[in-house]
C-alpha cells in the first residue's frame, strides 16, 4: 500500500520549466519502480520517464535530455524536472509507483496538470 501525491503542475510558456514532486507515504527507496506518466486529451496514458530500485533511469525519446527523472532522499520524494518545455507537452502527469517487479501492485497518484501555452 502506498499513496502517493503529485503536486507543481501549472502554467507556463514554451521554453520554461517546471519541476513535479511526488510525495509518498513510503519509503521510496522500497519501491522496485517509480515513474511519470502522462495523458493528454484523446491519447492514451504514456511513460514519460522512471526509474527502478537500481536507480536506473528511462525516458520517452521525445523528452530525453529535457527531462530529468530523480529521488530525493531526505524529502522521499519522485521528483521530475522539465526543462525546455514545448506545447506537446501539454497533459496531466501521474506519479506511479510498482511494489512489485513486473507492474505487479501499481499506485497512482491523482495527477497535475501542465499546460505549455504562450
Known amino acids: 500500500q502506498v499513496q502517493l501525491v503529485e503536486s507543481g503542475g501549472g502554467l507556463v510558456q514554451p521554453g520554461g520549466s517546471l519541476r513535479l514532486s511526488c510525495a509518498s507515504s513510503r519509503n521510496i527507496f522500497t519501491i522496485s519502480a517509480m515513474g511519470w506518466y502522462r495523458q493528454a486529451p484523446g491519447k492514451q496514458r504514456q511513460l514519460v520517464a522512471s526509474?527502478?530500485?537500481?536507480?536506473?533511469?528511462t525516458y520517452t525519446d521525445s523528452v530525453r535530455g529535457r527531462f530529468t527523472i530523480s529521488r530525493n532522499s531526505a524529502k522521499n520524494t519522485l521528483e521530475l524536472q522539465m526543462n525546455s518545455l514545448k506545447p506537446e507537452d501539454t497533459a496531466i502527469y501521474f506519479c506511479?509507483?510498482?511494489?512489485?517487479?513486473?507492474?505487479?501492485?501499481?499506485?497512482w497518484g491523482q495527477g497535475t496538470q501542465v499546460t505549455v501555452s504562450s
Open positions: 506511479n509507483a510498482d511494489l512489485a517487479p513486473y507492474g505487479r501492485d501499481s499506485y
Open positions: 526509474v527502478n530500485a537500481f536507480g536506473e533511469t
